[in-house]
């Protein structure tokens, strides 16, 4: 079992900065992949972000190259998404997910754990 708690959402303007959190609780965290997934209304929920459970393999989105960053921190359990060059468009709620798969697929079925969200805001 893995809870995972988001924090770091609010609003920024378009070209700001905002790094995200994701706090994970359970022994076996350390064997997950992790992701950050965003949805808005009306629309699919889509990975933007993940990491393989030793941090070696990467996704991105093409929407976030260049912009995005994730990043994992085992012994402190956490997980970030340094979000760089915001822009109107990636205003979302923003998920932080595990998946017991060693590596990230952009496939929502695949995660298995999941954060409350976050609430990014980006403004014009």
């Known amino acids: 079992q893995v809870r995972l708690v988001e924090s770091g959402g609010g609003l920024v303007q378009a070209g700001g900065s905002l790094r995200l959190s994701c706090a994970a609780s359970g022994r076996t965290y350390s064997s997950y992949a992790m992701g950050w997934f965003r949805q808005v209304p009306g629309k699919e929920r889509e990975l933007v972000a993940g990491v393989s459970w030793s941090g070696g393999l990467t996704y991105y989105a093409d929407s976030v190259k260049g912009r995005f960053t994730i990043s994992r921190d085992n012994a402190k359990n956490t997980v970030f998404l340094q979000m760089n060059s915001l822009k109107p468009e990636d205003t979302a709620v923003y998920y932080c997910?595990?998946?017991?798969?060693?590596?990230?697929?952009?496939?929502?079925?695949?995660?298995?754990?999941w954060g409350q969200g976050t609430q990014v805001t980006v403004s014009s």
């Open positions: 997910a595990a998946s017991a798969g060693k590596v990230p697929v952009p496939r929502r079925s695949e995660y298995e754990y």
